[in-house]
């Protein structure tokens, strides 16, 4: 069964301070694809990364960076240097090939970067 | 060009009523899913469609809600007899032919009185 478990439902850090949020997956698919989304109060869905099962390399983009690993089936993502425009709930998400690609979502990390 | 279009943003509708959602995919996607997010929930999958046909249905509820995605105009999420339950986000996202990337759509905020 494909399933995402996002451990940290809420998390608050002040302001400049590092912050990971955790992300742990299960599938039985060899082909499959992990996402990050941010969803500001705005409310939108904004895309932040995707990575295929086959492509292991950690991934920076600024303040964000990506660290997955299928040993033990997680995808973590840290904000280096928070602001407090970070403020927003965070979503792990995952697609398998074999499943038409519809994605399963966790259930959310709200983070709160404090001023 | 264009992203995913939804419309309206926000609709109200009171129990018993029908609610229609519209989803213009980007130009030149012919693969529409319809996800739904209850109140401080994430994202659950509803409904797969490509033009004319509904690929995977499993997330949808089977009374009330349909959804269809025809060879003109844009793909409409249809709940009919609406009830309180009912009140969420309803995001469409889109995706071309072969591609494993969504683009999301800014979501429409059903609130049933």
């Known amino acids: 069964a494909q399933k995402v478990t996002q451990a940290q439902t809420e998390i608050s850090v002040v302001e400049k301070e590092d912050v990971t949020l955790d992300c742990v997956y299960e599938t039985r698919d060899t082909t499959y694809y992990l996402f990050w989304y941010k969803q500001p109060p705005s409310g939108e869905l904004v895309f932040l990364i995707r990575r295929n099962s086959f492509d292991e390399q950690n991934e920076i983009s600024g303040r964000y960076s990506w660290n997955f690993q299928k040993s033990t089936s997680s995808f973590n993502f840290t904000i280096t240097a928070s602001q407090v425009v970070d403020s927003a709930v965070y979503f792990c998400?995952?697609?398998?090939?074999?499943?038409?690609?519809?994605?399963?979502f966790g259930k959310g990390t709200r983070l709160h970067i404090l001023p | 060009n264009a992203g995913v279009m939804q419309n309206p943003r926000h609709l109200v509708r009171r129990r018993g009523q029908e609610a229609r959602l519209r989803c213009s995919p980007m130009?030149?996607?012919?693969?529409v899913y319809w996800y739904r997010q209850l109140p401080e929930e994430g994202l659950k999958f509803m409904v797969y469609?490509?033009?004319?046909?509904?690929?995977?249905e499993s997330g949808m509820p089977k009374e009330r809600f349909s959804a269809e995605f025809p060879k003109e105009g844009p793909s409409i999420l249809r709940i009919q007899q609406v009830v309180r339950g009912d009140s969420a986000a309803y995001f469409c996202?889109?995706?071309?032919?072969?591609?494993?990337?969504?683009?999301f759509g800014p979501g429409t905020r059903l609130t049933v009185l």
């Open positions: 469609l490509q033009k004319e046909n509904i690929i995977d």
């Open positions: 998400a995952l697609s398998e090939a074999s499943r038409d690609d519809k994605i399963i």
């Open positions: 996202a889109s995706s071309p032919n072969g591609s494993h990337t969504q683009y």
């Open positions: 130009k030149g996607h012919s693969h």
